[in-house]
């Protein structure tokens, strides 16, 4: 389209410096003038010529008005229809991408694309997640829709917007919206939309955790906080950082991963001792930690009893973490309780 419109305009202007130039020849009218005696002839607005035409003035008219005034209708028919294309692509792309949201489910809603949004967009695509971004600022709609990442344009703390990324539908939301305040609200209508959404905000402000978290999130994050601990870890305990950077993949190298699944009803390990399923010779897992409800068994015994819907958080790398899902029918990686 771009190409298409450059065209027309060179066009455009090749007319105009032409009858200019031709004017400025035959009649020796001063460059306004001949300028202004193009546009009478192009235009065909039907004014008196500033003089009167020789012969190769007239003859010179003629030619501007079949040929000139042909290459304008031209010109401005590729510039009519470059513009409607590009809306018409707009609408349907619009509808594309509305169609390819009502259709997901069990995705990752997040609201806000600053910095911290952007971070998170790409680490839960890293991850394999469907994410659909909900974003207010125009030129970070077009930055997403370029990426081809869903995106709903509105208000994230709109009940509009959140059913329009299918939160009805959505495993969870983060909410890292600059502004406290609106994060709160946020949380709040996101959770009275669906309650069994699994929630994580940003908090900025000392205080705001707990505001979050009576609004409805399951986690709240305050990035100040959780920076200064890890600056203070990594000079306490680097290479137990490294190791849980490496385990959770931040560094994007094929290795050992730490990942949580959730024990099925009908998995074979409800019900039998760690001891007994002997995971780490069988599948080459371990279990680094057990949660059940709102506890959490780090290091669990082997002697400890699995039950189901107990979460384990395990090591490995992926084929085993593969194998281990399959063998015994946990509900997949990356649940949360």
């Known amino acids: 389209m771009r190409t298409r419109l450059a065209r027309s305009a060179v066009v455009l202007a090749g007319v105009f410096v032409a009858g200019t130039f031709g004017y400025r020849l035959t009649e020796g009218v001063p460059w306004w003038d001949a300028f202004y005696m193009t546009v009478l002839a192009l235009t065909t607005v039907g004014f008196n010529s500033i003089s009167t035409l020789s012969r190769a003035g007239q003859v010179l008219t003629v030619a501007l008005l079949f040929g ?38 069990g995705h990752e ?39 081809g990442i869903p995106v709903v344009a509105g208000d994230a703390t709109s009940e509009d917007s959140l059913r329009a990324a299918g939160i009805a539908r959505a ?43 009576r609004a409805g999130a399951n986690r709240v994050v305050n990035p100040y906080l959780h920076g200064g601990a890890r600056l203070a870890q990594l000079v306490v305990k680097p290479t137990v950082v490294d190791f849980l950077d490496f385990s959770l993949g931040a560094g ?28 780490r010779r069988r599948c080459g897992v371990g279990v680094v930690a057990v949660q ?39 509900a997949g990686t990356g649940k949360e309780s």
Not at 74 to 99: H, K, N, P
Not at 120 to 131: D, F, I, P, Q, Y
């Open 68 to 105: 000139g005034l042909g290459l304008i209708l031209l010109a401005a028919t590729e510039i009519g229809r470059s513009v409607v294309e590009g809306e018409l692509r707009e609408v349907f792309g619009q509808v594309r991408r509305s169609r390819m949201i009502e259709r997901v489910s």
């Open 109 to 147: 809603i997040v609201c806000g694309w600053g910095r911290m949004g952007h971070a998170v967009v790409e680490e839960l695509r890293r991850a394999g997640r469907t994410v659909v971004v909900i974003e207010a600022k125009t030129d970070k709609i077009q930055q997403l829709k370029d990426q």
């Open 292 to 330: 059940r409800g709102a506890t959490l068994f780090p290091n669990p015994e082997p002697n400890l009893a699995l039950n189901d819907g107990d979460v384990l958080v395990v090591l490995g790398i992926r084929d085993h973490l593969e194998q281990f899902e399959s063998m015994f029918c946990v």
């Open 171 to 213: 495993r969870g939301l983060v909410a890292c919206l600059n502004d406290d305040a609106h994060n709160v609200y946020t949380v709040l209508t996101a959770r009275s939309l669906n309650p069994e959404l699994f929630i994580v905000a940003r908090a900025s402000e000392e205080g705001a955790e707990t505001r979050l978290q």
């Open 252 to 279: 994007k190298v094929p290795g050992l991963e730490l990942e949580q699944v959730r024990i099925a009803t009908s998995s074979p390990l409800v019900g039998s001792t760690l001891a007994e399923a002997d995971l």
